[in-house]
């Protein structure tokens, strides 16, 4: 209110535009409750103040999901008791669709916008809801693709729904953003999906891939007796945080000859499949933590799954996807506000000290 008036509290100035009004009140309903507002207000009623909209994206598509559950009849007395819980009113079909226009319109720019910049670094996986369409409930592939510019600021670069991850949908997303303007990957971050890889292949063919180590790690219980008691995967795990490559193929060598003889079918899946897992070491040592993995993104799918399992069972695909992407929006613009998640200039000056190597 001071920098819309351009004056202080009682303050004397003959450059102000108006005069305070006391305040109104306002509730804001958001994910831990209920909070009242005391929103200032100036004689002329011009001023308003946008400072809580956009965190109200997601707590609106997250009531218009549960309202659409409610009018549509096919939630319970429970779902009826969490809207008017959340809002303290049970909704109209007129009030719903009213709410959700306003959504989609932001939303729909929000996907639809251009990738003018370039993004080194690209994070791409996959979650699954479940839907209702036609009277049955089937499961839908939530894609979600997150960029480091060389800024270095994370933006979240495309959020959209399948049928399934298969390698077309996948094609179908990674084709979307490059539309849009992708360019310049160098690095893919992702779990082993077959089609996801086949995908990048296809699209990105300039990127190299690294396969989640957290997922590597998960996978290699399935080579092992279910009770491990000795350091074979803690040796393993060890792999990923060496300094530099051949630091990394060296240890890798000696794990491998320490337990070919106790763990045969561990020991030659790794040496089958650890290599291009290994991608990282390419990048700067200070990049290493963050790129070896989709923890980030597992992060954000956390968050949505917070969301998600208020509403369990989403009455429609739109639905879903309106809930998600509202989130995933109001974390765009979080993650834009905060200082630099990496340093690029740590990867430019990589960049020149490879170029001179091989000079």
């Given at each position: 209110m001071t920098d819309a008036l351009g004056a202080a509290k009682s303050e004397?100035?003959?450059?102000?535009?108006?005069?305070?009004?006391?305040?109104?009140?306002?509730?804001?309903?958001?994910?831990?409750?209920?909070?009242?507002?005391?929103?200032?207000?100036?004689?002329?009623?011009?001023?308003?103040?946008?400072?809580?909209?956009?965190?109200?994206?997601s707590e609106r598509?997250?009531?218009?999901?549960?309202?659409?559950?409610?009018?549509?009849?096919?939630?319970t007395r429970k779902v009826k008791a969490i809207t008017e819980e959340l809002c303290g009113h049970s909704f109209s079909a007129s009030s719903i669709i009213t709410i959700n226009k306003r959504l989609d319109q932001s939303l729909a720019q929000f996907a639809a916008r251009p990738l003018n910049e370039a993004f080194p670094y690209l994070i791409v996986d996959a979650r699954y809801e479940r839907v209702r369409e036609a009277g049955v409930i089937v499961s839908h592939a939530v894609l979600i693709a997150i960029g480091i510019d060389w800024d270095g600021r994370r933006q979240i670069l495309g959020v959209?729904?399948?049928?399934?991850?298969?390698?077309?949908?996948?094609?179908?997303?990674?084709?979307?953003?490059?539309?849009r303007g992708l360019n310049g990957?160098?690095?893919?971050?992702?779990?082993?999906?077959?089609?996801?890889?086949?995908?990048?292949?296809?699209?990105?063919?300039?990127?190299?891939?690294?396969?989640?180590?957290?997922?590597?790690?998960?996978?290699?219980?399935?080579?092992v007796p279910r009770k491990v008691d000795d350091?074979?995967?803690?040796?393993?795990?060890?792999?990923?945080?060496?300094?530099?490559?051949?630091?990394?193929?060296?240890d890798l060598t000696a794990w491998l000859a320490r337990w070919a003889g106790k763990y045969p079918r561990l020991t030659a899946w790794v040496e089958e499949n650890l290599e291009e897992r290994l991608s990282f070491?390419?990048?700067?040592?200070?990049?290493?933590?963050?790129?070896k993995s989709t923890s980030m993104l597992e992060r954000l799918n956390e968050e949505i799954k917070r969301r998600t399992q208020v509403v369990r069972i989403f009455p429609n695909a739109q639905s879903c996807l309106r809930l998600i992407r509202a989130l995933?929006?109001?974390?765009?613009?979080?993650?834009?506000?905060?200082?630099?998640?990496?340093n690029m200039e740590e990867l430019r000056e990589h960049k020149k000290l490879i170029m001179r190597q091989a000079a």
């Open positions: 004397r100035t003959t450059g102000r535009n108006g005069y305070r009004s006391g305040y109104y009140g306002r509730s804001l309903i958001t994910r831990v409750g209920k909070l009242e507002l005391r929103i200032p207000q100036d004689r002329t009623g011009q001023f308003s103040t946008e400072l809580f909209e956009r965190y109200q994206r598509a997250l009531v218009a999901a549960l309202a659409e559950m409610y009018v549509q009849g096919v939630s959209e729904l399948a049928n399934r991850g298969s390698r077309s949908s996948w094609s179908d997303f990674l084709r979307g953003l490059k539309a990957v160098e690095l893919v971050v992702s779990d082993d999906h077959a089609g996801l890889k086949a995908a990048i292949r296809e699209v990105l063919p300039e990127a190299v891939w690294q396969r989640c180590y957290v997922h590597f790690l998960r996978n290699a219980l399935d080579y350091d074979c995967l803690q040796e393993l795990r060890w792999l990923y945080a060496r300094r530099d490559l051949a630091e990394a193929r060296s070491y390419r990048l700067p040592r200070q990049h290493h933590k963050h790129l995933a929006v109001e974390t765009h613009e979080n993650w834009l506000e905060q200082l630099r998640y990496l």
